[in-house]
Nanobody, 126 residues
């Protein structure tokens, strides 16, 4: 059973930064792509960023491109989301997720992810 545990969320002022972490269990973490998604109050969950299993490829939602950076440390079984220049519109619960199947291509589609964390809330005040 794979477990994903997010941390690092909190309250921050607009223009500030936060770094989210996702700790994964399992010995084969390095063979799976990982993604970050978010769900704002009253809205559907949406794609934020994805990183390939090698770490060499990343993709971002247009709304966060240039402000957020996804990275991973396979030695620590962890994936990170560095968020800068935060806006009130970034307020949401942030989830990390594991791509279904090892060595899979990066994708924005939520149905391609089979394990999800419990989420960490981020609130950006104006």
């Amino acid at each position: 059973q794979v477990q994903l545990v997010e941390s690092g969320g909190g309250l921050v002022q607009a223009g500030g930064s936060l770094r989210l972490s996702c700790a994964a269990s399992g010995r084969t973490f390095s063979t799976y792509g990982m993604g970050w998604f978010r769900q704002a109050p009253g809205k559907e969950r949406e794609f934020v960023a994805v990183i390939s299993w090698t770490g060499s490829s990343t993709d971002y939602a247009d709304s966060v491109k240039g402000r957020f950076t996804i990275s991973r440390d396979n030695a620590k079984n962890a994936v990170y989301l560095q968020m800068s220049s935060l806006k009130p519109a970034d307020t949401a619960v942030y989830y990390c997720a594991r791509r279904r199947g090892p060595y899979g291509s990066s994708t924005r589609y939520q149905t391609a992810y089979d394990y999800w964390g419990q989420g960490t809330p981020v609130t950006v005040s104006s």
